[in-house]
């Protein structure tokens, strides 16, 4: 089992299943649609309620806590709202399962659509957070979207989750800076994110509305697998360990950190350290906040890119099944 509580999906991960093998042939030949895009979006609501039902059992044992699947929505739409909230609530509603995330990329144009939905009760998966700043701005969406709720007297048992993206900063800076400075980045920026989440965690805020009923939108570790072939391959699991958070890993990360991956430290808020690191990488000329916008922008550029890809090979097969 490896304690697996939740899954996740993306554009990449469709594109390279549906390209690799013939699985979803048969689906692709019988879904009696023209387009391509619908015709993908019922293969991965197929495939993510299967899942859902797999982790309902956790769903129930945490009540709701874990037992999550992720679903994204077009990353065409990365740059308008209103799209994102239509095709947000349409893909909730087409899916009709309730530990089903919709992932939103946490960009200028999601964070309004991001506070709309959670409004409109639909949970969700915030993608493509880099830096303190694009969290804050997530953080306090789902904060909006749950006042508003309140204010409404509506359910505030609308459950999110908060996905920050760790191994493309280090990946990004590795030519810039010396070696002793590898793979520090990373930790340093989800330091400051992590402060971020306790503060908010401890704000009268959100205390306010969890007395009400609601539950916090939890920080969750994304792009955890090592790309340095020189560093461990577990070292995003071992160092990002904290009551309240979820990491998401890579299958081969998962199965590194079965074999010989140690769970022995929690995460500290106030590490000295990470000032002075965040200065070195400042001495070389990188920012975080003006380096995150280009990260989350390359980011939705690669989803963008495997997107077009997977629609296509789904076009390819249905042409192939005509």
Same mark, same amino acid.
């Not at 960009?107 to 303190?132: K, Q, W, Y």
């Not at 701005?137 to 979207?145: E, F, H, Q, S």
């Given at each position: ?88 609530v349409a893909l909730h509603k087409q899916a009709a399962v309730h530990n089903l995330f919709i992932k939103v990329p946490g960009t200028p144009a999601g964070v309004p659509a991001i506070e709309e939905l959670i409004f409109r009760g639909v949970p969700i998966n915030v993608t493509l957070l880099f830096s303190p700043e694009q969290y804050q701005a997530a953080a306090d969406a789902w904060l909006r979207g749950l006042e508003r709720r309140h204010a409404a007297g509506l359910d ?48 009268? %805020? /959100? =205390? +306010? #509305?969890?007395? !009400?009923?609601? %539950? /916090? =939108? +939890? #920080?969750?570790? !994304? ?100």
């Amino acid at each position: 089992q490896k304690a697996v509580t939740g899954l996740t999906s993306n554009p990449t991960i469709f594109a390279q299943a549906i390209k690799a093998g013939k699985d979803y042939d048969a689906s692709i030949r019988g879904a009696g649609h023209t387009d391509p895009e619908t015709v993908f979006f019922g293969l991965a609501i197929d495939d993510l309620r299967r899942a859902a039902a797999i982790f309902e059992p956790v769903y129930q044992h945490t009540h709701g806590v874990d037992g999550w699947v992720s679903l994204e929505v077009s990353p065409l739409l990365a740059d308008d709202t209103q799209s994102t909230i239509e095709q947000a609530v349409a893909l909730h509603k087409q899916a009709a399962v309730h530990n089903l995330f919709i992932k939103v990329p946490g960009t200028p144009a999601g964070v309004p659509a991001i506070e709309e939905l959670i409004f409109r009760g639909v949970p969700i998966n915030v993608t493509l957070l880099f830096s303190p700043e694009q969290y804050q701005a997530a953080a306090d969406a789902w904060l909006r979207g749950l006042e508003r709720r309140h204010a409404a007297g509506l359910d505030l048992d609308v459950a999110s989750v908060a996905s920050v993206f760790i191994s493309r900063w280090d990946v990004k800076v590795a030519d810039k800076v010396p070696a002793e400075l590898h793979n520090k980045l990373g930790f340093a920026v989800c330091a400051q994110i992590y402060a971020k989440y306790r503060a908010l965690i401890n704000s009268p %805020r /959100v =205390q +306010r #509305l969890q007395n !009400a009923g609601a %539950r /916090v =939108q +939890r #920080l969750l570790w !994304a792009s955890t697998g090592t790309k340095d072939p020189n560093a461990s391959d577990v070292m995003y699991i071992e160092n990002l360990i904290a009551p309240l958070t979820v990491n998401t890993m890579p299958e081969k990360t998962l199965l590194a950190f079965a074999d010989h991956g140690k769970a022995e430290r929690l995460m500290t808020l106030d590490d000295p350290t990470v000032a002075s690191t965040l200065a070195q990488f400042e001495a070389h000329g990188i920012q975080v906040e003006p380096l995150a916008k280009t990260l989350q922008k390359e980011g939705a550029d690669s989803f963008v890119k495997s997107w077009r890809e997977l629609i296509d090979t789904v076009s390819e097969r249905m042409g192939a099944a005509a």
